[in-house]
């Protein structure tokens, strides 16, 4: 069985010999290795860049061919095995990829294929925004600041000052997300001024934020909750009193009898008596009542 195994593997080594090598000695192409001159395939918009190709080994002459998905986009020949140079220039984001290179000679069938190879887009990024949910707090209170650049290729790294003290290790963000610390305000120098910086993998290319400052927040009076609750209780207890006026107050009067009014209209009679007694007049008063409906 092991004996066996080993003819197999012979076999196998000599047939790929055979497919490298024909009849006239010539040898088949090596895959191409496709890669950028510039040495980095971070690459900024309106770049020119230029892309190499070739095989180290196989039968000159060669037909080097470059492919954008899929798409031709070139096709170079070399006598010999010195590597051909495409250039590009980067105008859009359809422009980052992805690349492959096909290398032909006139024994090989079908050509061989290099690696893909795709650029990635560094761009500049904007002044970051320094924000946080409360611009007020009082001491011994938590906070937090958010820094975020909404434009600018990835990743962003992010850090924050305090005045011209660093408050943070570097934050490094993989995703367009804002970068977020926690503070704790302990005192009066707690409150500002802060700001953060920014800065990505683009040349030169670091900015700061806005200045934020914290505002430290009025203690409230505890009794004023109390006093506004007492003042919506008695406004409530007004207007429902005037709105039953004219449903129980007044109907209420008029539903009791009235009472007929009397008027009193005194008179007096005057007697006299004998002229020859001791002349004295008396007078009787009488009341006479009319009653009045």
Do not use: W
């Not at 925004?129 to 906070?143: D, E, H, R, Y």
């Not at 200045?211 to 409530?236: D, K, W």
């Amino acid at each position: 069985m092991f004996f066996l195994t080993i003819l197999l593997f012979s076999y196998l080594h000599m047939f790929q010999q055979i497919q490298k090598t024909t009849a006239r000695g010539k040898e088949m192409l090596s895959n191409p290795k496709l890669v950028p001159v510039q040495g980095t395939l971070n690459v900024v918009m309106n770049q020119n860049v230029t892309l190499s190709c070739h095989s180290d080994s196989g039968s000159p002459p060669v037909r080097y061919t470059l492919f954008k998905r899929n798409q031709k986009v070139s096709t170079l020949n070399r006598p010999d095995l010195t590597p051909v140079l495409f250039n590009l220039t980067i105008t859009s984001a359809s422009d980052m990829g992805d690349y492959k290179c096909k290398a032909e000679n006139n024994i090989s069938s079908g050509g061989k294929y290099s690696k893909s190879l795709n650029f990635t887009l560094l761009e500049p990024i904007s002044k970051p925004v320094l924000s946080s949910p409360t611009s007020q707090a009082k001491k011994g209170q938590n906070v937090t600041l958010s820094c975020l650049s909404e434009n600018g290729s990835l990743p962003i790294t992010y850090i924050f000052f305090k005045g011209r003290q660093t408050i943070s290790h570097p934050v490094k963000m993989q995703k367009s997300e804002a970068a977020v610390i926690s503070l704790f305000i302990n005192s009066s120098s707690d409150f500002g001024t802060y700001k953060c910086r920014a800065e990505n993998s683009f040349h030169n290319n670091t900015k700061y934020s806005n200045s934020f400052n914290f505002t430290l927040a009025e203690e409230r009076n505890h009794s004023q909750p109390l006093i506004i609750s007492l003042g919506l209780i008695l406004l409530l207890l007004v207007i429902g009193f005037a709105l039953a006026i004219p449903f129980f107050i007044i109907p209420s009067y008029k539903a009791k009898p009235i009472k007929p009014e009397e008027e009193y209209v005194n008179f007096s009679v005057i007697r006299r008596e004998d002229e020859k007694a001791e002349e004295r007049a008396c007078a009787t008063v009488y009341s006479k009542v009319h009653t009045r409906d």
